[in-house]
């Protein structure tokens, strides 16, 4: 089984910047696929950005020249540098990513517990 562990969150002014990280821990897993997702009181859960195993990133237009999705594979480690903070973007982040067992086809999804991005104005 694979866990996620997310990091980073916390109060930040509008303006500033704030690193968020996530890393996968257990035993004989490959990640694959990976992603943050956020979701605001009130709202549906939205993804923020994903980045393939070979380093492919995509971004909701929102965050676009404002956050940088990165990842570490010899760590199983997402990062998402949040620059530019905006009120707006106060959320819970969740990191979430596709994975499997060596030598089985079957790919799962597992979630990171979430954590708390809070801009002030």
């Known amino acids: 089984q694979v866990q996620l562990v997310e990091s980073g969150g916390g109060l930040v002014q509008a303006g500033g910047s704030l690193r968020l990280s996530c890393a996968a821990s257990?035993?004989?897993?490959?990640?694959?696929?990976m992603r943050w997702y956020r979701q605001a009181p009130g709202k549906q859960r939205e993804l923020v950005a994903g980045?393939?195993?070979?380093?492919?990133?995509n971004y909701a237009d929102s965050v676009k020249g404002r956050f940088t999705i990165s990842r570490d594979n010899a760590k199983n480690t997402v990062y998402l540098q949040m620059n530019s903070l905006k009120p707006e973007d106060t959320a819970v982040y969740y990191c979430?990513?596709?994975?499997?067992?060596?030598?089985?086809?079957?790919?799962?999804?597992?979630w990171g517990q979430g954590t708390l991005v809070t801009v002030s104005s």
């Open positions: 979430n990513a596709d994975w499997r067992q060596p030598l089985r086809y079957k790919y799962l999804e597992v």
């Open positions: 257990g035993s004989g897993f490959i990640i694959y696929d």
């Open positions: 980045i393939t195993l070979g380093g492919t990133t």
